[in-house]
């Protein structure tokens, strides 16, 4: 019989019921919550007298609509009256319903995805949702972490279970030796731009090859991260030493004895060398430089030294269509420069890429230098309070703001834009979030996807440059 | 939840492949705390040609009369015909209730994001995956014939075209089995009580740092 792959032990180990059409009961180690998705969850539960099965499994923060400027008011300070009932509605539910909750201006809120392993919430061996499909990102840790509805959500708070069936396997292998400059986020982009946006839908991906055992946990996060762009809800890397050392001593890690127990019980969390993927993808992560996406969709994504694709050169009548429209929004010429798009505006934040390692990566190239007078605004948003205190204390506050950079409270800000961080029509943002679809920063708006050093970079350039230009070596 | 066993009605042809959950309702509109009132703000971005606020009355908003749902022969359409990989991107849930909303009760197309697929079963709305050369099909008809209707039978899982062609498709009997009966997931999973809280009992066992490190308030 044929080993298991990292998917299959995670979800054998949590299935609580399996139904012979394929619909299956999996238990859920956690859930992360914050204010976009849970009210209707929250009401759905109240409305039919239910109690959440386990306030234990259980973790909240707001993150979407909460300012990143100034915030000393407080919840009822925040401006637009929308957001801050949002975001007052999930302190009261989680006020109600016991949930323990990192509210607005404790140090410990930032984006759920930031603040979930960051507290040792996540991990190894665990099942982790959340009302947000970059949920895949927990799956860095050898954990099964999946995006879920609302309805959903008030599902696993009701019966600490998610209805679901068995996903595919996938096997994306990387071998070779990241450049020096390019980054996690070029690699996972690069991998988006070969499987197309719905390539791994129905799969579970797992990272994999002797390139993710050199990259770091944040690197390991900013991948599985984007799984959901290329279509699939699940990405994972399997459990190392890496790892390990990233969880222990985190606040909710286990600690002692428990500690040991957990460390011997994660050493399975690998995919048997004989195990057998539905399909298997092989990147050579050698060849990779720096990314950055020209369109509306994750796909359309080229090499910081290529041009605009020319529709005429392209077979498939569907992406003719796709790629003459992406053009026309983004206000780009086919066979364009790359390197001659010119930004109005830079967002260094989100759920990919605001951990401290990003932020350090970007300071290194802001460090001395200006931001380009050309650009209207360049905000840096680390992705928690505790992210934020880090990169103080490293002084990297100082570097982007000598630089021209605002440094902002955090939050998942101009990823999405439903707090006040947003473009206007017509503006090109070098963004180290995770999608480009049209409207996503603010109607009209157009993004450019790129690494955090890659978005320093085009701050102070101006214009798409390749960083590795700007580094020593 | 809203059953679904069959309905017929007018069909409206979203043409372009990639539809993501932002476009079908943008990310202002999230921040209602409530599950209804979307369907106003339905496709905002490509329906009104001014920018949409939250709670906004959108009465007196400027249409784009080139989308398809502001053609009159479209604005009573209940069956949305789509394209390629329908609701990528964010697992908002606020897409189908938008849909929904509106008045769409099915969505046809050659494939769909997993996350809204589900999530469309869990709001009364039945997602409908032909191949790409009957969808093809269903467009041409649709251009062709004004008040273009189709019947979707969930029971039969047959679509079924005015001239009484009949495409069959594939669901999963769990799924169709909530639909057709309109069936509450929650009191479902709860008829296996048992086997959760001795699934519970057995994880406590083997992993117990998983219960108690996150203390409620």
């Known amino acids: 019989m044929a080993g298991k792959t990292l998917y299959d032990k995670l979800f054998d180990a949590h299935l609580v019921r399996q139904s012979d059409d394929g619909s299956a009961l999996l238990y859920i180690d956690l859930q992360l919550l914050h204010e976009v998705t849970s009210p209707q969850a929250f009401e759905g539960l109240r409305l039919a007298g239910r109690k959440p099965w386990r306030i234990d499994a259980n973790l909240a923060t707001p993150d979407h609509n909460v300012p990143t400027t100034k915030r000393d008011g407080g919840v009822s300070k925040i401006v637009d009256p929308v957001s801050r009932i949002q975001v007052q509605t999930l302190d009261d539910n989680c006020d109600d319903f016991g949930i323990l909750e990192f509210k607005m201006n404790d140090i410990r809120q930032g984006i759920v995805h930031v603040v979930g392993p960051e507290q040792g919430a996540t991990l190894p061996g665990a099942t982790v949702v959340c009302g947000d499909s970059h949920t895949a990102t927990h799956g860095a840790f050898g954990a099964l972490a999946h995006g879920i509805g609302t309805s959903e959500v008030e599902h696993v708070l009701a019966t600490q279970c998610l209805i679901t ?154 992406k003719v269509d796709g790629i003459n429209r992406a053009l026309k929004y983004m206000g780009l010429a086919a066979d364009q420069l790359i390197t001659d798009i010119a930004l109005d505006r830079i ?73 006040p961080d947003k473009l206007e029509p017509g503006e090109h943002c070098a963004s180290t979030s995770n999608r480009n679809f049209e409207g996503r920063q603010g109607s009209g708006g157009r993004t450019h996807l790129v690494s955090p050093a890659m978005a320093a970079a085009a701050a102070i350039n101006g214009t798409f440059v390749d960083v590795r230009t700007m580094m020593e070596a | 939840m809203n059953k679904f066993v069959q309905h017929s009605g007018i069909v409206a042809p979203l043409d372009r492949a990639n539809v993501d959950t932002d476009m079908i309702i943008p990310k202002q509109f999230l921040k209602s705390i409530k599950r209804s009132g ?114 979707v039978d969930l029971d039969r899982q047959v679509v079924v075209t005015p001239s009484g062609e009949t495409f069959a498709f594939e669901v999963e009997s769990f799924r169709k089995h909530c639909l057709i009966n309109g069936l509450d997931d929650i009191d479902l999973t709860l008829q296996n009580l048992d086997e959760i809280k001795a699934y519970e009992a057995k994880r406590k066992a083997q992993a117990p740092w998983l219960f108690g490190a996150i203390k409620g308030n």
């Open chain 1, 165 to 318: 069936r068995k996903m595919k396997n996938m096997l994306i292998k990387i071998e070779g030796d990241l450049g020096l400059g390019v980054t996690a986020k070029d690699l996972v982009l690069h991998i988006i731009g070969v499987l197309g946006t719905a390539g791994g839908t129905g799969y579970a991906i797992e990272f994999g090859g002797s390139t993710m055992a050199q990259i770091s946990m944040e690197g390991r996060m900013t991948i599985c991260n984007m799984a959901i762009e290329a279509g699939a809800r699940v990405g994972m890397v399997a459990v190392d030493q890496l790892t390990i050392d990233y969880v222990e001593g985190r606040p909710f890690a286990p600690k002692g004895e428990a500690w040991q127990q957990a460390v011997s019980a994660w050493a399975d969390l690998h995919s048997d060398a004989d195990a057998v993927f539905d399909s298997v993808v092989e990147i050579n992560a050698a060849q990779i430089i720096p990314q950055v996406t020209w369109g509306t969709s994750p796909e359309m994504v080229v090499a910081v030294d290529a041009k605009v694709p020319n529709p005429a050169n392209e077979p498939d009548p569907v």
């Open chain 1, 347 to 419: 967002f260094i934040g989100s759920c990919t890429n605001s951990r401290i390692e990003d932020i350090r990566d970007a300071a290194k190239v802001a460090k001395g230098r200006t931001v380009a007078t050309s650009v209207k605004e360049a905000i840096v948003v680390p992705g928690s309070g505790l992210v934020k205190a880090q990169a103080e204390a490293e002084g990297l506050d100082k570097i982007f703001i000598a630089a021209g950079f605002e440094w902002r409270e955090p939050g998942c800000s101009m990823c999405l834009a439903m707090n």
């Open chain 2, 38 to 151: 979307f369907g106003v703000y339905l496709f905002d971005d490509l329906r009104y040609l001014d920018e949409g606020m939250a709670d906004q009355d959108c009465t007196e908003r400027p249409l784009n009369p080139d989308f398809v749902l502001n053609q009159a022969r479209y604005t009573q359409s209940s069956v949305l015909l789509a394209r390629v990989n329908f609701g990528c991107g964010s697992s908002r849930e606020h897409a189908p209730w938008a849909l929904e909303d509106f008045g769409f009760k099915a969505v046809i197309a050659p494939s769909f994001a997993d996350i809204f697929y589900n999530n469309c079963f869990k709001n009364g709305i039945l997602p409908v995956v032909l191949s790409e050369q009957i969808v093809e099909h269903l467009f041409t008809e649709c251009a062709a014939i004004e008040g273009y209707e189709l019947s």
